[in-house]
Every structure is written in C-alpha cells, then in structure tokens.
Nanobody, 118 residues
C-alpha cells in the first residue's frame, strides 16, 4: 500500500492550496484518513481528519480556513487550505487506516512541503 501526496508548494500569505493524497495497492477498505503537519523543530500535529462516513475534525488553528474531504471511489483525501499564513509552513503528511488482507493498520505518505511567504 502506498499513500502519495501532491499539491504542495510556495504561496503568499492569504493564498490557497489544495493537497491531495491517493492510496493505492491491495486495499480492502479505508477507515479514517487525515492530514498532519510538521514544521522544523516542532512536533507533528494533527491538522484534520475524516471518517469513512464523512465526519470531520479540525485543529483549532485551521478551523474556518481548511476543509478536508475524501473521494472513497478514488481512495483519495483532500485538504483545501485557504487564508494561508506563514505559521502554516510545514511538511504536510497524510495518513489512512487501511484494511489489507484482513489486517487493519495506519499508513503514512512521504509528505509534501507547504511554504507560505509573508
């Protein structure tokens, strides 16, 4: 199983980016999916998560600015990020709870860099 993120890049303060994360491989089903971020010298933190039924959860710092969604048919999770500011600069990683050959476990992507300039 692989998770591949895309959509990161450099954007100015106030700008927007949309991240995508596609899961591939011998997938039976995907439960929760989420986005984390890690800035230099800081701990990895949860940004947003979404269940298989679409229930969402957000970090307080991104509420009202970021939106997580998923396309179950494509095994893909998205993160729409609006009103970006320099504090959002980090490597963004997706994860997913995936059932593979009867074993349920968490998988991680490699990450995509988001840089917000002031």
């Amino acid at each position: 199983v692989q998770l591949v993120e895309s959509g990161g890049g450099l954007v100015q303060t106030g700008g927007s980016l949309r991240l995508s994360c596609a899961a591939s491989g011998s997938i039976s089903s995907i439960n929760a999916m989420g986005w984390y971020r890690q800035a230099p010298g800081k701990q990895r933190e949860l940004v947003a998560s979404i269940t298989s039924r679409g229930s969402t959860n957000y970090a307080d710092s991104v509420k009202g600015r970021f939106t997580i969604s998923r396309d179950n048919a494509k095994n893909t999770v998205y993160l729409q990020m609006n009103s970006l500011n320099p504090e959002d600069t980090a490597v963004y990683l997706c994860n997913a709870n995936i059932l593979v050959y009867g074993l349920q476990r968490w998988y991680w992507g490699q990450g995509t860099q988001v840089t917000v300039s002031s």
